[in-house]
Nanobody, 115 residues
Framework: QVQLVESGGGLVQPGGSLRLSCAAS????????MAWYRQAPGKQRELVAD???????NYADSVKGRFAISRDNAKKTVFLQMNSLKPEETAVYYC?????????WGQGTQVTVSS
């Protein structure tokens, strides 16, 4: 049973920072591409950032220069460092692991940006 467990969400003031973590219980973690998505109330889920098995990264235009995705294959964990957060980035953030036809999702962690 593959599990992705997100942590690190919470309440932060505008301009603040949070670091999300996603721990994966999956074999051959290093062969998976990993991604973070978010879904705000009433909106579609959107890609925030992804990182390939070769450590290549891709970011949504709205977060470039403020967010950073990284991975630690030894710990089977992917991170999302979020800086200069904005109220409109309030959402549930989801971790995703994909490899070929294998596609797994975590339960999500709430991030609320508010003063």
């Amino acid at each position: 049973q593959v599990q992705l467990v997100e942590s690190g969400g919470g309440l932060v003031q505008p301009g603040g920072s949070l670091r999300l973590s996603c721990a994966a219980s999956v074999s051959f973690f290093s062969l998976y591409a990993m991604a973070w998505y978010r879904q705000a109330p009433g909106k579609q889920r959107e890609l925030v950032a992804d990182i390939g098995k070769d450590y290549s990264t891709n970011y949504a235009d709205s977060v470039k220069g403020r967010f950073a995705i990284s991975r630690d294959n030894a710990k089977k964990t992917v991170f999302l460092q979020m800086n200069s957060l904005k109220p409109e980035e309030t959402a549930v953030y989801y971790c995703n692991a994909f490899r070929g036809d294998r596609d797994y999702w975590g339960q999500g962690t709430q991030v609320t940006v508010s003063s």
